[in-house]
């Protein structure tokens, strides 16, 4: 009988994160004070981070010592599964060999919690009282309500208007686990009146919710911030996801020649592709590391690398990034967890580079390859996760039109469970299909006026 | 560290179903005809289930083989994974040793596809081109759309009025699996339209949707109908979580005291306690088993032991059962999947000989317990699941109570990512708390007309 998926005992739960920073030839640019465009220091993080996730976020230390406590709660979902897709395969009549790794069987329902816990880990060490944070489609914000859930913190959460308005039942799973949910942008902080004062009928956007609970956790001492991609602790957070499925994969006598992943901020994508960049690093080996963006929201193919705000309203220092600008608001794709403007330092200094590449599918295509991946292997897949699912069906057709049998391996990040009505309103014919013209993306660029990085 | 999870792999799959008929000291009775009152031959059985699984229900072998392709699709989720409830056991303040096996790690997101795969399976093999079933909760119709779909064979399911109207995802879900789905009672059937008449408003029933399967069935040559709980094939197959939890068990080196499932029409409380009742049976154990079943539908603790029609409309055979009468429709508890008023006869059989236990608890009193789970475990459980919780969290007290270190496993049978109307309603003082009074138990058990069983 074939073996469909490939399983670690929890004693193989990896030990270490990995730091990517360690092995990139050029390291990512450091952050300005957007005042004195001068590069600011770690003490800059203290009001929003306790200190552990600061020493994380600017360490050059290539391994870092997973907590036994983080290891612990780890177990509840972890090692995650690593499936091959045969009956994907069979039904794209593809030579390649389709894996998937399965983040979905968190409590939450997706890869949030591998960097939800230790950041609510080391907050509770420190002793803060309550974490504030956004959220998009809700994954990033369960994640964090479970896992201050467990170690006693309160949380606080600001839920992307569009997201709060079509997931009603996330919100409920974040108050099961004891966290006060807001829409955003809310009447609640200075940001949210402002933008609610602009335009009242907004989406809203992850860089909007970033701002109000950035601007909650600066104005209380007992008060931290937690942000659930982009910064460079919690892509190191996420690597765990990798270490595991290259353990996975060596069990299956198998190597990638293709890793996948959706592109939000980048937590889903460095998660899986940064171990397997790690063996690019050290062993000279070319695995293709794709990240699969949404034609809405389309930062990495067709966005500049400049420096940039993480939030809307320009409350955090000034990141190094591929940006379509931070006050652009993203149409309103059922992808929720994608629709932010910028990446992370660390990916976009690799894409600099050349050393990882990026696709985007618009929102249609993406529900067609979720409805394909349900269909033969049987999980329902979130709409986040469809967008690498669009991109392993787009490599494993030209595997069969070169009659080359690649290996490629993609992140399942989480489960389409609280997304029915997305699904619902892709087969009713609901869904507008949104991409973004040239005319458009030169408009968003032309209007952008932080400082330029020179080539 | 401690290890908070047993693991097999799939190798480990049992390769055969355990049928506890074989080890009965009394078996069960046998359907009697409607009319006759004399017992029925399995031929009757022909125009509603194809030939493989009619010798499964009358089979009185102990071991029966799974077949290759079964356990193939059980390999996308199975082994399921078995745990040690340490959190829970902390917040208890309980000296005793809590294990859980969860099914909610399924597509479908409960053990139903346990007994779905091999039905949609056998069918196949034997032509069948379309399946009719009933549907509670939805977990039951989201089970064998799942299989269904993987077959290519046509799915029909009849869902519960109150559920389909409560969980509106619950039927996308089945849509995305390519099932159509019918709010029961339907004016599709002539069963759905006599109960339309005399009652317009009624919320439906799991015993009204399957005369309403029944008859679509019965009415085509290409069609058979699949019953997800109460028929002896049904619990064969669900013996697969026993049989790995047996393993799991011992792999912890423990030995279950009790055994705890929650009880519908016995599919759940079977799988999981059956191969524990084995070893009771081969090795003069005393291993507990208790069935945990809703107060306002409490057959098992308050009905009656006759025969009874396993449908409302009266379609079936008369079947022996602990019986609340089969027009008995329970209170539209949010635990749709235990809203059925009779037991199947193997289980029925059980309780009169006094080798297995049952437990009723309230709809308010099992949401208390699903939210301690939750709070503690991480899990959402399934309203179902609660019923089970409840009766832990009593058995646990009562350890305490007595400083005994007792072990108890039980079934978490499903996940409440659906179920997030019903978390809602409890955390806003919405449950009416339903539980039958004497009186209305009384009235019940008066107007039954089937056959009586002689002591």
Redesign the interface.
């Known amino acids: ?5 490939i ?1 670690l ?3 193989e739960i990896p030990t270490r994160w990995y730091n990517i920073i360690a092995d990139m030839p050029n390291k990512p640019l450091p952050p300005l004070h957007p005042g004195t465009l001068q590069p600011i220091g770690a003490e800059s993080f203290s009001p929003l981070f306790p200190q552990a996730l600061i020493e994380q976020e600017v360490s050059s230390q290539k391994w870092i010592d997973i907590p ?1 406590e983080v ?2 709660m780890y ?2 979902w972890r090692p995650t599964p690593l499936y091959r897709a045969y ?1 994907m395969e069979k039904a794209l009549g593809t030579p390649a060999k389709i894996f998937y790794k399965y983040e979905g ?1 968190s ?1 939450a ?1 997706s890869h949030k919690p591998n960097t939800a816990v230790p950041q609510a880990f080391y907050n509770k060490k420190e002793g803060v009282k309550r974490i504030t944070t956004e959220t998009g489609a809700g994954q990033w914000g369960s994640a964090l309500s ?1 896992a201050c ?2 170690f006693g913190i309160e949380c606080e959460v600001y839920m992307v208007k569009v997201s709060f308005d079509h997931k ?2 996330r919100k ?2 974040m ?4 966290a006060k949910v807001f829409s955003s942008p809310s009447t609640h902080t200075e940001a949210g009146k402002k933008i609610l004062a602009s335009d009242p009928t907004t989406s809203g956007s992850l860089g909007i919710a970033i701002s109000e609970a950035v601007e909650r956790a600066a104005m209380r001492d007992d008060t931290k911030y937690a942000l659930g991609s982009v910064l460079n602790h919690v892509l190191l957070h996420q690597t765990i996801i990798g270490l595991e499925a290259v353990q996975q994969m060596e069990k299956a006598g198998e190597l990638p020649d293709i890793v996948i992943a959706p592109f939000g901020g980048g937590s889903n994508f460095s998660g899986i592709s940064f171990p397997f960049l790690r063996m690019n690093f050290e062993q000279g080996l070319k695995i293709r590391c794709i990240a699969s963006e949404p034609a809405s929201c389309p930062k990495l193919t067709r966005g500049v690398f400049r420096y940039d705000f993480g939030d809307t309203v320009g409350m955090t220092p000034l990141l190094p990034m591929f940006t379509l600008g931070h006050t652009f608001v993203p149409a309103p794709i059922h992808a929720g967890g994608l629709r932010y403007h910028g990446a992370g330092a660390i990916v976009s200094q690799l894409l600099r580079d050349k050393l990882i590449e990026a696709r985007a599918h618009n929102n249609v295509e993406v529900f067609e390859a979720g ?1 394909l991946f ?2 033969t ?4 897949p979130a709409p986040e996760a469809n967008h690498g699912i669009a991109t392993v069906i787009q490599e494993a057709k030209k595997c069969k039109e070169e009659g080359v049998a690649k290996t490629i391996l993609f992140n399942l990040c989480g ?1 389409g ?2 997304d ?2 997305a ?2 309103d892709y ?1 009713s014919g609901k869904i507008v299909k949104h991409e973004l013209s040239d005319k458009e993306v030169a408009n968003l660029i032309a209007k952008l006026e932080t400082p330029e990085i020179p080539a």
Chains 1, 2 share one sequence.
């Open positions: 009988m074939k073996v469909k998926k399983i005992n929890e004693s036994d290891r612990e177990s509840i009956e069987v409590p329902g479970f859930n467990h009603p039942y409920v799973m108050n099961l686990w004891g409805v349900a269909k292997e049987g999980i329902i489960h469970h609280f029915m009505k699904y619902e087969f």
